[in-house]
């Protein structure tokens, strides 16, 4: 579990480099329409709209979201590890002799009957203490 949520949180990274990646692309073509004659429009119906300034901007917004969503599920599947690997550790116990065979000789007697069904056979499965 703790691997899973490392490789999710190192994917996560590689969404937030591609999104800089786009966000830098954005920056350049905007600056390249941004001159003191003319400005970058936002409207599309202007002319000089730079659609693929917006695209690559919507791109970034989009693989960020992405990492950011990632870095929430690898930190909750770590965080979730490290609790079960707590949980599942060795905690050595000692067994009785009474334990060991079973059942104490002052308990009364027990019998289990448990369903048994299969596709090739239907019945029940009877163990009993005595």
Same mark, same amino acid.
């Given at each position: 579990?703790?691997?899973?949520?490392?490789?999710?949180?190192?994917?996560?990274?590689?969404f937030?480099?591609?999104? %800089?990646?786009?966000?830098?692309?954005? /920056? /350049?073509l905007?600056?390249?329409c941004?001159?003191i004659?003319k400005?970058?429009p936002?409207? *599309?119906s202007? *002319?000089g709209? /730079?659609k +693929? !300034?917006? &695209? !690559?901007? &919507?791109?970034? &917004?989009?693989?960020?979201l992405?990492?950011?969503i990632?870095?929430?599920?690898?930190?909750? !599947?770590?965080?979730?590890?490290?609790?079960?690997?707590y949980? /599942?550790r060795t905690? *050595?116990?000692?067994?009785?002799?009474? %334990?060991?065979?079973? %059942?104490? +000789?002052s308990? *009364?007697?027990?019998i289990?009957?448990?369903?048994?069904?299969?596709?090739e056979a239907?019945g029940?499965t009877? %163990?009993?203490?005595?």
């Amino acid at each position: 579990m703790i691997d899973a949520g490392a490789l999710v949180t190192l994917g996560s990274a590689l969404f937030q480099l591609s999104a %800089q990646t786009s966000y830098d692309r954005y /920056n /350049n073509l905007i600056d390249s329409c941004n001159m003191i004659e003319k400005g970058c429009p936002i409207d *599309p119906s202007k *002319p000089g709209f /730079n659609k +693929a !300034a917006i &695209d !690559a901007r &919507d791109s970034g &917004d989009s693989k960020r979201l992405m990492g950011f969503i990632g870095y929430g599920v690898g930190g909750a !599947a770590i965080a979730t590890g490290i609790v079960l690997a707590y949980v /599942n550790r060795t905690r *050595p116990y000692q067994i009785t002799p009474e %334990q060991l065979e079973g %059942q104490k +000789a002052s308990e *009364p007697a027990s019998i289990a009957i448990v369903p048994v069904v299969s596709p090739e056979a239907v019945g029940a499965t009877v %163990q009993g203490h005595f």
